[in-house]
Nanobody, 116 residues
């Protein structure tokens, strides 16, 4: 299993950013996937989940209406479009399977900083 996150950066509050996840080593197209984020000192929080069919989607309340998860099963890639970013969205963003734990393999994540 290999997961490579990319696309993070520094943005101002209210701006948008899209992060990507390139997956390999497992059957991506049949696997429910999620985006997670981690703030220093806290455990990773699952913020968005997308079923393998791309139709069933769930968001936590803190990002609902601002973030959009999507996937391209032909390219084993998943995306998180983030709009109306807030300073509290500052975190390292990770992708993984639907309900990953510490025992799962994790990528290096991509850092998103929201600051004026």
């Amino acid at each position: 299993v290999q997961l490579v996150e990319s696309g993070g950066g520094l943005v101002r509050p209210g701006e948008s950013l899209r992060v990507s996840c390139a997956a390999s080593g497992f059957s991506f197209s049949t696997t429910t996937m999620s985006w997670y984020r981690q703030i220093p000192g806290k455990w990773r929080e699952r913020i968005a989940t997308i079923h393998s069919n791309g139709v069933l989607i769930h968001y936590v309340d803190s990002v609902k209406g601002r973030f959009t998860i999507s996937r391209d099963n032909t390219k084993n890639t998943m995306f998180l479009q983030m709009t109306e970013l807030k300073p509290e969205d500052t975190a390292v963003y990770y992708c993984n399977t639907g309900e990953a734990t510490a025992q799962n393999t994790w990528g290096q994540g991509t850092q998103v900083n929201v600051s004026s």
